[in-house]
């Protein structure tokens, strides 16, 4: 069963006892942009792009995914989290914007969007299970 418990823009649902919410990205997404027009106005047009990508990842992604280990995220969610990714690759290395980024993503030896999502997932449910102050509800 459905149920819709409030009608605004973060529509949160029941579904089965679980509750589940709209992600609403656009504040995240202004956060990352803003960081990284920031790292690239100050590392300038002469820049080193591994030491764009290596601020991007620790500037830029934390204020992204601040919190991801607990959304609820649909295929689009993914989507979108990975264009986002994308684009701040194509613009860093400057190259078509048709072109795939897998071939950058490898050269900078990074993952995709996705991919470092779901290791920020386990690596959450790792720190929990592992914790002294875990409590298991039944």
Not at 2 to 15: G, P
Not at 55 to 78: F, I, Q, R
Request: hydrophobic share 35%; net charge positive.
């Amino acid at each position: 069963m459905v149920e819709f418990l409030n009608n605004d823009r973060r529509s949160v649902l029941s579904y089965g006892g679980r509750l589940k919410c709209k992600i609403d990205f656009s504040h995240s997404t202004r956060n990352f942009y803003g960081n990284f027009n920031n790292i690239l106005s100050v590392v300038g047009y002469n820049r080193s792009e591994l030491v764009a990508v290596h601020l991007v990842k620790t500037y830029c992604v934390p204020s992204l995914l601040y919190g991801c280990e607990a959304w609820y995220m649909s295929s689009n969610d993914y989507h979108s989290l990975n264009v986002i990714w994308n684009n701040s690759f194509h613009k860093i290395f400057g190259c078509c914007w048709r072109e795939s980024v897998s071939c950058l993503l490898y050269y900078c030896k990074t993952l995709p969007m996705s991919c470092i999502i779901e290791q920020r997932i386990i690596l959450f449910w790792k720190r929990t299970l592992n914790s002294d102050d875990f409590c298991y509800f039944s």
